[in-house]
């Protein structure tokens, strides 16, 4: 499992990912909570977006560490 950098450069920082279900913006969200940031993804589909915010969190510490949402837009 990769972990989250705590002090990246991106640690203490909140990013909006909008399209964040797949491709281009998923891969996004992940440099950005590899990096440390806070993120919040958003798409029109509820069931991949989900599925997104669960792989990211369960990628880089499903115990908390990684901090993402997911909202439909």
Do not use: P, W
């Not at 991106?10 to 399209?19: E, F, P, Q, R, Y």
């Not at 969200?29 to 991949?48: H, M, N, P, S």
Request: hydrophobic share 45%; charged share 25%; net charge positive.
């Amino acid at each position: 499992m990769a972990g989250c950098v705590q002090g990246g450069r991106l640690a203490g920082k909140i990013a909006l990912v909008t399209g964040g279900a797949r491709g281009i913006g998923l891969g996004i969200a992940r440099a950005f909570v590899r990096e440390g940031a806070a993120v919040a993804l958003t798409d029109y589909r509820d069931e991949a977006g989900e599925r997104a915010r669960r792989g990211i969190v369960e990628e880089f510490g499903g115990s908390g560490s990684a901090r993402v949402a997911f909202r439909r837009l």
